[in-house]
């Protein structure tokens, strides 16, 4: 069983800046790719930024230039830098990593959530 468990959300104000982390736990052959989501009261869960094992990212228009996604593969963790921070990204953020407990399947994990709130 694969354990994902975020750290870092709270309370912030526009303009600021927050890191969350995001460490994988348990029994695996390897991590694929990780990534972090948000989900904002009435609305569906959203893409923000993945990153491959080998460190290709991808990010949300919504959010370029102000997020950067980095991974340290040793730790099997997944950090997601928040900068300039809007009151729209208000949300709660999800880790979410593709986990192959074998070479010959692969599973989705989430974690358990943070919530991030920005104040204008």
């Known amino acids: 069983q694969v354990q994902l468990v975020e750290s870092g959300g709270g309370l912030v104000q526009a303009g600021g800046s927050l890191r969350l982390s995001c460490a994988a736990s348990g029994r695996f052959f390897t991590i694929n790719t990780m990534g972090w989501y948000r989900q904002a009261p009435g609305k569906q869960r959203e893409l923000v930024a993945g990153i491959t094992s080998d460190g290709r990212t991808n990010y949300a228009d919504a959010i370029k230039g102000r997020f950067t996604i980095s991974r340290d593969n040793a730790k099997n963790a997944v950090y997601l830098q928040m900068s300039s921070l809007k009151a729209e990204d208000t949300a709660v953020y999800f880790c979410?990593?593709?986990?192959?407990?074998?070479?010959?399947?692969?599973?989705?994990?989430w974690g358990q959530g943070t919530q991030v709130t920005v104040s204008s």
């Open positions: 979410k990593a593709v986990v192959s407990e074998s070479r010959w399947s692969s599973d989705d994990y």
